[in-house]
């Protein structure tokens, strides 16, 4: 069952999947902090990004990888105004508002399907990072690094902006509580917006870093993504964004752990463990597992 | 009238269905069974106004049971060698393999919601969600079960007017239990959960209860699916039909049993045209589109329906209801 491995290899990989999976969490926890909102096509945007990269490869990286995230935003803000923003006028029960965001996954897909073809295309804007440097007989590659190094970054960045701006004290009330904020003069609309910028900034920065290791684009890319990144944020809590990105990154590492640790017959069940850990902390703290004891449990959805 | 309405169109469908060439049958006969799909849904999310991603894994476990039982032993022994022994010798008429797909669809579903159904909300949602996705895992996986990601041909077809007269029953049974006791008060909880409660109701023994009957009639519908198409595969029974089918039950109209069936048939439709006008149809002039626009136009007309009418084409009301 349990391959012999190098543990410290294993936990190497886990780390930057789990990163990767963190900053996918923190760009789905912040619409849903502002809009108690599920965005099931957030995979779409970091789809995306890769065709961005994949069509201008060979251009300067600087400017491949800035139309990716300037596309990536677009598209997250097209997302907004086009689709969710009339349906909230509309008064959409939260439920119609989750399958919307379902249909617009689905409708995306079948717009690169339609585009790009079913076939995938190759992004080899930053594959030079694959390769690696041999520490204690572990092998680092760069992209590693690059990964935390980033996530981190955004993560600071987002802190900052939510925690030491008059734009993110907005955010924050919006997320608190929407209506008590507009009354007290928080612009709304423009709150949404910005979380819906932040949210597409961050799928364009992993659209750039995922597509190091997965090269291949392909329209349903981004369905995995989005499917274990919102697993993470549920499994790690809504409520707040830390405990989001803290949920997102243990899926993503356990789940790098046990490809590691698996013997390939039982590999192929992953999957099947992961969910099953995912029910179990359901069952246990449907709060999420990063939640403190005492905050209520607000039912929303 | 209620039930009436509903039944009728189904049997229009088969009615059509056996009337068109064997090409557009095929269309036909898809329609009526999502339309078993979508209201075995609709028994728990309409009734209880809590969202699943799992349904299909009852779909699929009674798709894969029917579809097994029924094959030839002889033919099991060259294309899935390794199934249960008692998988692999039996071999058993259609009519029975479909109570056995409605058994072990409410059995699956019932292990799950024991657990399950103490969440709600998006915990909720996640949850089942989890649930489909072991379910695909371990089809695609594991030889004993099914022939893992190869697809299996062979299965037995039905004819159009038993596979209508399964989807009626579905359709009957969801109006029964809505008109009962049990779907009068699981309607209540969704309704307003604390005056539920406060009247005595447990939510968790009457979402249970939806849930396992939702589990049956999914396991059914199952079952005609794969005598209908003739075919195993896990792929059938993933997150494409888990979002289809969710989309056809909000556009009809998540709150009612004619909105379930009128959502089915609408999105099927409109797929079959666009499906059919990719190769050239003659709508008055010739029509051709280019390939890959019927799942982009599907995709459209879906968000572009929640967004003008968020409650479904039926608004929640049944047929015959009048505006009041």
Redesign the interface.
């Given at each position: 069952m349990i391959a012999a491995i190098n543990w410290g290899q294993a936990i190497a990989d886990a780390i930057a999947l789990g990163a990767l999976y963190g900053l996918v969490a923190v760009g789905i926890g912040l619409v849903f902090g502002v809009l108690r909102l599920?965005n099931f096509a957030y995979g779409e945007l970091i789809t995306c990004g890769g065709y961005v990269l994949a069509y201008t490869y060979g251009w300067p990286r600087p400017v491949s990888i800035l139309l990716c995230i300037g596309a990536v935003v677009a598209l997250a803000l097209a997302q907004e105004l086009v689709?969710f923003r009339?349906?909230r006028r509309?008064?959409?029960?939260a439920?119609?508002m989750?399958?919307?965001t379902?249909?617009?996954?689905?409708?995306?897909?079948?717009?690169y399907?339609?585009a790009f073809g079913s076939r995938g295309q190759i992004v080899g804007t930053l594959g030079q990072l694959n390769s690696a440097f041999t520490v204690d007989g572990v092998d680092i590659r760069w992209i590693l690094l690059v990964i935390v190094v980033t996530g981190l970054l955004l993560l600071g960045a987002t802190a900052a902006l939510l925690d030491r701006t008059e734009v993110g004290l907005h955010i924050r009330a919006a997320a608190a509580d929407f209506r008590t904020s507009r009354i007290l003069g928080v612009r709304a609309n423009r709150v949404i917006v910005l979380s819906f910028v932040m949210s597409g900034v961050l799928a364009g920065a992993v659209s750039v870093l995922y597509t190091v290791q997965n090269p291949l684009v392909q329209p349903s890319m981004g369905?995995p993504i989005t499917?274990f990144a919102?697993?993470g944020v549920?499994v790690g809590g809504?409520e707040r964004l830390w405990s989001a990105a803290l949920g997102g990154f243990a899926v993503g590492f356990v789940y790098g752990l046990l490809a590691d640790a698996l013997s390939s017959t039982s590999s192929?069940?992953l999957?099947?463990v992961v969910?099953?850990l995912?029910?179990l902390v359901?069952?246990l703290r449907?709060?999420g597992l990063f939640r403190s004891w005492r905050a209520q449990q607000v039912?929303?959805? | 009238m209620k039930l009436a309405a509903p039944i009728v169109l189904v049997f229009a469908t088969a009615a059509v269905a056996s009337g068109v060439s064997s090409a557009h049958r095929l269309e036909f006969e898809t329609a009526l069974i999502m339309v078993a799909v979508v209201v075995a849904l609709y028994v728990f999310v309409g009734n209880s106004?809590v969202?699943s991603f799992g349904h299909m894994s009852f779909v699929a476990v009674g798709a894969y049971l029917a579809g097994l039982v029924t094959l030839d032993p002889e033919t099991k022994g060259f294309t899935t060698p390794g199934l249960f022994h008692v998988l692999k010798h039996a071999q058993i008429g259609i009519v029975p393999s479909l109570a056995l797909a409605a058994a072990v669809g409410a059995a699956y579903a019932l292990v799950v919601g024991l657990?399950?159904m103490?969440?709600?909300?998006?915990?909720a949602?996640?949850?089942t969600?989890?649930?489909l996705?072991?379910t695909y895992?371990?089809l695609?996986?594991w030889g004993k079960v099914g022939p893992g990601v190869q697809t299996v041909t062979g299965v037995p077809e039905a004819s159009v007017w038993s596979l209508a007269v399964g989807v009626a029953i579905v359709v009957a049974a969801a109006y029964a239990y809505q008109r009962s006791r049990f779907g009068r008060v699981l309607r209540a909880t969704r309704e307003d959960p604390p005056a539920a409660r406060a009247s005595g109701i447990s939510i968790y023994r009457e979402r249970l209860i939806a849930f396992t009957l939702s589990g049956a009639l999914a396991g059914l519908a199952g079952g005609l699916y794969v005598h209908m198409l003739g075919l195993l595969q896990p792929d059938l029974f993933y997150?494409d039909l888990t979002?289809v089918t969710?989309?056809m039950l909000?556009f009809g109209g998540?709150g009612s049993l004619w909105g379930a069936v009128i959502g089915a048939l609408a999105i099927s439709a409109l797929n079959s045209f666009l499906g059919d006008a990719e190769n050239g149809v003659d709508v008055g002039f010739h029509l051709t589109l280019?390939?890959?626009?019927r799942?982009?136009t599907?995709?459209?007309v879906?968000?572009l329906v929640?967004?003008?009418?968020?409650?479904g084409l039926t608004g929640g009301r049944e047929f015959g209801w009048r505006r009041s």
């Open positions: 599920v689709a009339p349906l509309g008064g959409a029960s439920a119609t989750l399958v919307a379902f249909a617009v996954s689905f409708l995306l897909q079948a717009v399907l339609l369905v499917i919102l697993v549920v809504l192929v069940y999957p099947s969910y099953g995912v029910i359901l069952l449907p709060a039912e929303r959805v | 106004g969202i657990p399950l103490r969440l709600s909300g998006l915990p949602g996640i949850a969600l989890a649930v996705g072991i895992n371990v695609s996986y997150l979002l969710l989309a909000v998540v280019p390939n890959g626009t799942l982009v599907v995709g459209a879906m968000a929640l967004i003008l009418r968020p409650s």
